[in-house]
């Protein structure tokens, strides 16, 4: 996300025209979101945050759940997951991609 270039200029078919180093369009979120959580975690270290935050913080730090609980979530979001894309398998591609025939 930061450099989408990067692997595509060594490794890829069409080095010649790629800048490695271009930063990419959603570079900015990434690295202004690593700022903030290493800034709150180093505030929240030090404990030179306010107390709201803090003990914000330490709830999350602290939360637990049973393993039945968590045993449960995992096969409720696969559910879901299968769920939604299953009807991929019956795709046929040779009718949805006009390159299919070159590759088989």
């Known amino acids: 996300m930061v450099f989408p270039a990067l692997f595509s200029s060594y490794f890829g078919l069409y080095a010649e025209d790629l800048e490695p180093f271009e930063f990419g369009h959603q570079s900015i979120f990434v690295v202004v979101g690593n700022v ?14 306010s107390s709201v935050l803090y003990n914000g913080i330490e709830k999350i730090r602290t939360f637990e759940i049973t393993k039945r609980i968590a045993v449960v979530s995992f096969f409720v979001i696969l559910g879901i997951y299968i769920g939604f894309t299953i009807p991929e398998l019956f795709i046929d591609e040779y009718t949805q991609w006009g390159d299919y025939t070159v590759l088989v």
């Open 36 to 49: 903030i959580i290493f800034g709150l975690g180093i505030l929240y270290y030090k404990k030179k945050i």
